[in-house]
Nanobody, 120 residues
Framework: QVQLVESGGGLVQAGGSLRLSCAASGSIFSINDMGWYRQTPGKQRELVAGITSGGSTNYADSVKGRFTISRDNAKNTVYLLMNSLKPEDTAVYYC??????????????WGQGTQVTVSS
């Protein structure tokens, strides 16, 4: 009943930019924290950036100063603007959100993932 749909991944040269979007849909009462994670083969999924419902943000050290997370609460959408991309940013990026439906508590949801490939 709740879906997170990501878009915006693709292939880009080192130094380039991409913007990822993730829209939540379904029977949503409210959304708490939202964030972006990434995963490469053989490694654990890692937090890239997070944002609270009030707009406070946190970033992985490896992306600070290059990536910016933002959200549009009216659209139930979170964004990740990625600048100065490096080959080591290559990964599948996943959207994450804590969502409450009417008459329930908050549950964690994941998007299907979008591939970001940075060529050198």
């Amino acid at each position: 009943q709740v879906q997170l749909v990501e878009s915006g991944g693709g292939l880009v040269q080192a130094g380039g930019s991409l913007r990822l979007s993730c829209a939540a849909s379904g029977s949503i009462f409210s959304i708490n924290d939202m964030g972006w994670y990434r995963q490469t083969p053989g490694k654990q999924r890692e937090l890239v950036a997070g944002i609270t419902s009030g707009g406070s943000t946190n970033y992985a050290d490896s992306v600070k100063g290059r990536f910016t997370i933002s959200r549009d609460n009216a659209k139930n959408t979170v964004y990740l603007l990625m600048n100065s991309l490096k080959p080591e940013d290559t990964a599948v990026y996943y959207c994450n959100a804590r969502i409450r439906q009417l008459h329930t508590g908050y549950y964690e949801y994941w998007g299907q993932g979008t591939q970001v490939t940075v060529s050198s």
